[in-house]
């Protein structure tokens, strides 16, 4: 299964992406994760984008797609995938289904992980406590829910009208979160077979 994880800052993502992962037998693949890791090993890539990701704003397409190919498509010819942070927009998803079509790598399935905001913002502050990470401040997390809001929500309209979407709802336990989007997820996996 190839599987897009949509969620705004703080609705569990990363942490669903790897238990979904194990669930499914595929690989989770995280952009922020690479693009944190090239600006922590102060690539050129990692130089040109950290003051983009401390700010909260969104990384160009190009270089998002370009740390992303080779990832994916080895993922996919492994099985699938669960993509975590790219695409953000519906031009992200549009190019990138252009690309990923030539190496028979689309996404096939789009969960959403919706969460009122109040616990966005909660979780985010405490993420950013816990891990040290300097882009988790009031200010960033806001910056990016208004981003998430006016950019990403649209893809939702996408994926519902070209693959399948499936919602689930984020505002509980990561045990019963995940016992959710597996049954949902499940359901859908036997659709595609």
Sequence with gaps: MRLLLIGPPGSGKGTQATRLGDHLGVEHISSGE?????????????????PLLDRGDLVPDAIVMDILRKPVEAASRRGGY???????????AEA?????????????????????????IERAMARGKAAGRTDDTLEVINHRLRVF???TLPLLDYYDNREILVTVDGDHSVDEVTATAIARLDAVRAQLS
């Design 149 to 151: 809001d006016d950019l």
């Design 82 to 92: 669960i993509l975590d942070g790219f695409p953000r927009t519906v031009a992200q």
């Design 34 to 50: 690479l693009l944190r890791k090239h600006a922590n090993e102060e690539t050129g890539i990692g130089r040109t984008v950290k």
């Design 96 to 120: 990138a289904y252009l690309v990923a079509r030539e190496i028979g790598a689309w996404v096939q399935v789009a969960l959403y992980l919706q969460v009122p905001r109040e616990r966005l």
